[in-house]
């Protein structure tokens, strides 16, 4: 057990009666974590998704969290003021079982990071830009458990991992700086 | 790197069934931006006059704006250009929600159809995987239908759909295409998709959109989405509720329907009920209007709610989606009621048909019944309620059975088939294409030169941004002036200063120089947002948009890293709009057809609306056939359109110098 500590908690309320299903939040969450800072957008790169179904009328923002390697067992249907969930609408899972929340080319997961910046943004880009406010944020003081946040590079090559091995990864890795290691020298050359 | 657009278009052949991915002219963006603008150039490049509508050859283009699918907000329009079976001429209509965008993410800016498919037929574009899939199980079914079919059959609940209904497949002259909650209806567009046996488009794309310079770029969305927001909170003081915001108007949102009741015309175009709106109707379609509305819904990445979910049924649909002005042409086309203009208006948009003319040309057919001329045997087992009437022509038309047939292409063709003075009905079209009707009193000169010379067949494509009576009080003209940073010029403010003092109204008033400014100025910021794709709701439509003349150009700047100042981006939307212009005068389009709708106004003044004429001929640099001069192409790079029209005799060397004199 880890020790208890007192944290700020940053967290997006989500109140789906408000949103309009423009998709904004998806396009400046995309274009925020490009790089460099907004030089590009695409949804699907996005680190929240809106699940929009107008005739079923249903508008689910969900934020991406945390990667896992395996797929549950849930497919469960929820039914909320007469409308039909997916359980796996609400899981903010990047896992093997569907194509959300992964880099749309290398299929490494993607993770809300509520848009860390230097100097720190006042709200999350997607808080921002939902004029509606369907999405709002909040700051909470909690009792944690210290743990140490995974950086967004670790959590891609856990995944990389689970797909090919510790092993291949390292291989690979290794291959790959060797190569870098010999460009570099020839290019001395 | 292309920055903003993806510097490709999809040609797809359906004839022989074949799919290119072909590289676009960065040229052409700096020259035309995109859109509507590099449609035209290439229609103009690839359709002969002679092409017919219904031909193999005429081309039916989808295509994104040049801002489409980035960040700014509301650059979500889907622009559609063909031409039309209605008027022959060019059509293009344009569509909101989330097409467009998707198209730029599967890597492309445009699709490109030509030939025509034995069978019915759709098209699957995923990213860099595109196939032509068997249609014919959709055959008959709603438009709406169909999206929510296919997106089941391709596992693909993301995928955007276009889609015709049965009215597109049966090749009715004002059939559409709908995109959920939108749809390009004008011109039927959607009879050219059907003849192509093309029933649907769906488009799903994961790719990114590149932005020059980013930093400035997010800088200018960031402006645009806090004056939404103060727009929000300060409506316009002295103009009626639905056009005191923004977007499109807020018919969605908004039940005071007053000023449309009372000053649009009612039935064939024929009756103004300027008493019409009552407590007691305020009160009955408050509450239908509560009951139908489920939810406020917006176009991808645009605040503005312009649409809603309608709990009403239709055809194969439990719900339908509505947006703007649909409502309430069924309910005054039929005099009838909101509930009615619920019921029947989701039927209408499965079939797919253009909510403008469909009331239109049934209520005509009321008339024509009504009149004698069209009698028990053309409309054998018409019903007598007046609502079911329009049910039962509705059916008849999407189908073309029997009289439906021949109302299918239109009040225009349709008098001209029937005879024994139906043409004397036909009182509300321009170019054989049926307007939102309107009936007034006193000629207004303005909107007299926007209806005439207007290529765009809808009046809310044209106008824009002026108020469109003088405020009753030198304070909320003041008021008004006080921060209206969108004007081009100053002398605009002066106007609406004076408009409203002794000696200020139509149609002396204004001067005719002013009017022509007042014109083209409205008209210029249309061209712009149909080649950037920018919602007119945000921009050209209402009064004090968040987009406008002085940032506009910073946003393409920004965006495509191609410099453009406020005189550039006027050039670019002048050679979109001669280069559009010349397409229809090389089809036949002159003067004769530049007229307003006969009984638009009760006040006419012959001599006077030729001199408008004859005026906004010369300030746009057109001889007075409204066909634009040798010099005026010329000048503006199109002088491959001077020299086809020069060798087809249109215009001769003559006519060039004649106008130069003109315009000195």
């Not at chain 2, 993410?105 to 595109?130: C, E, M, Q, T």
């Not at chain 2, 007053?258 to 015309?265: D, E, N, V």
Request: proline share 6%; hydrophobic share 35%; net charge negative.
């Amino acid at each position: 057990m880890g020790e208890k500590k007192k944290k700020i908690v940053k967290t997006i309320k989500v109140d789906v009666d408000k949103c309009n299903g423009c998709r904004a939040c998806e396009m400046i969450c995309s274009a925020f974590h490009a790089s460099p800072k907004y030089s590009s957008n695409n949804p699907a790169r996005s680190r929240i998704r809106l699940i929009r179904e107008p005739l079923k009328g249903l508008y689910l923002p969900v934020y991406a969290g945390e990667y896992t390697p395996a797929e549950c067992a849930g497919r469960d249907k929820y039914v909320i003021d007469g409308k039909e969930y997916d359980e796996c609408d609400f899981c903010r899972a990047s896992c093997p079982s569907r194509d959300v929340f992964k880099e749309p080319d290398s299929g490494l997961p993607l993770k809300c990071d509520m848009c860390e910046d230097d100097p720190p943004q006042e709200k999350p880009l997607c808080v921002q830009w939902c004029i509606h406010d369907a999405l709002t944020y909040e700051e909470r003081e909690e009792e944690v458990e210290e743990e140490v946040e995974q950086e967004e590079m670790e959590i891609g090559l856990e995944s990389l991992v689970d797909k090919f091995g510790l092993q291949k990864v390292m291989d690979t890795i290794a291959r790959m700086s060797q190569k870098g290691e010999n460009s570099k020298a020839k290019e001395e050359v | 790197m292309r920055y903003a657009e993806t510097g490709f278009n999809l040609e797809i052949d359906l004839s022989r069934g074949s799919i290119e991915r072909v590289a676009t002219d960065p040229r052409l963006t700096e020259l035309h931006l995109g859109g509507l603008g590099t449609n035209a150039k290439i229609l103009w490049d690839r359709v002969p006059p002679e092409v017919e509508p219904f031909s193999p050859d005429n081309l039916l283009i989808f295509s994104t704006g040049l801002l489409g699918g980035t960040p700014t907000p509301g650059a979500n329009r889907t622009i559609v250009s063909t031409f039309s079976p209605q008027t022959l001429l060019m059509a293009y209509s344009m569509m909101g929600g989330f097409w467009a965008p998707e198209l730029k993410y599967a890597g492309y800016d445009k699709v490109i159809i030509r030939g025509k498919s034995p069978d019915l037929v759709y098209l699957w574009i995923n990213n860099d995987k595109v196939e032509i899939r068997d249609a014919s199980h959709l055959q008959g079914k709603g438009a709406l239908e169909t999206a929510e079919l296919i997106r089941e059959e391709l596992k693909e609940p993301k995928a955007q759909m276009a889609a015709i209904g049965l009215a597109g497949e049966n090749r009715v002259y004002y059939a559409s295409i709908e995109h959920g909650r939108s749809s390009a209806s004008r011109g039927g567009i959607g009879a050219v998709m059907g003849d192509k046996g093309l029933k649907a488009i769906a488009v799903r794309g994961t790719k990114d959109i590149n932005i020059a310079r980013p930093d400035e770029f997010i800088e200018l969305c960031n402006e645009v989405l806090q004056y939404i927001q103060y727009r929000a909170e300060n409506p316009i003081k002295g103009v009626p509720p639905i056009l005191a915001g923004i977007g499109s108007p807020q018919e969605m949102a908004i039940d005071d329907e007053q000023w449309h009741t009372t000053s649009f015309a009612w039935g064939n175009a024929r009756h103004r009920r300027k008493d019409f709106w009552t407590k007691e109707i305020e009160e009955q379609w408050k509450k239908t209007q509560e009951k139908a509305v489920e939810r406020l819904i917006s176009c991808h990445n645009c605040p503005m709610k312009c649409g809603a979910i309608v709990t009403y049924p239709a055809l194969g649909v439990s719900k339908y989606m509505m947006k703007c002005y649909s409502k309430l042409t069924y309910t005054m086309a039929a005099m009838s009621d909101l509930d009615f203009g619920f019921r029947i208006a989701g039927h209408a948009q499965e079939y797919g048909v253009d909510g403008y003319t469909t009331p239109q040309v049934m209520a005509f057919a009321v008339e024509l019944y009504e009149a004698g001329i069209l009698t028990d045997e053309d409309l054998p087992g018409f019903p007598s309620d007046n609502e079911e009437r329009f049910f039962w022509l509705l059916d008849r038309i999407v189908r073309r059975e029997g009289i439906g047939d021949v109302l299918a292409n239109g009040v225009y063709w349709a008098a001209r088939h029937i005879g024994k003075g139906a043409e004397a009905y036909d009182r509300n079209t321009i170019k054989k294409h049926e307007q939102i009707p309107i009936k007034l009193g006193m000629l207004n000169p303005i909107y007299y030169i926007m209806w005439s010379t207007g290529e765009k067949a809808n009046i809310t494509q044209i106008e824009g941004q002026l108020p469109q009576a003088p405020f009753p009080t030198r304070e909320l003209r003041e008021e008004f002036v006080k921060d209206w940073i969108q004007v081009p010029d100053e002398k605009f403010k002066r106007f609406i200063l004076d408009w409203g003092e002794p000696g200020t109204s139509f149609p002396d008033y204004p001067s005719i120089d002013l009017i022509c400014d007042l014109v083209d100025w409205q008209e210029t910021m249309h061209y712009i947002d149909d080649a950037t794709g920018v919602c007119a709701g945000l921009s050209s439509f209402p009064l004090k948009p968040p987009y406008h003349i002085h940032n506009l150009p910073n946003f393409i700047s920004s965006a495509t890293g191609i410099d453009i100042d406020e005189d550039g981006l006027w050039e670019i939307a002048r050679r979109n709009r001669n280069l559009l212009r010349a397409i229809n005068v090389r089809r036949g389009m002159r003067r004769k057809d530049e007229k307003p709708p006969e009984d638009h106004w009760r006040k006419r003044f012959p001599e006077y609306e030729a001199k408008l004429l004859d005026e906004y001929y010369k300030f746009k640099g057109w001889n007075k056939e409204g066909i634009p001069t040798k010099e005026t192409l010329d000048n503006l790079g199109l002088d491959y359109v001077s020299k086809d029209f020069v060798e087809r005799g249109i215009l001769t060397d003559n006519e060039g110098s004649l106008s130069k004199e003109a315009s000195a």
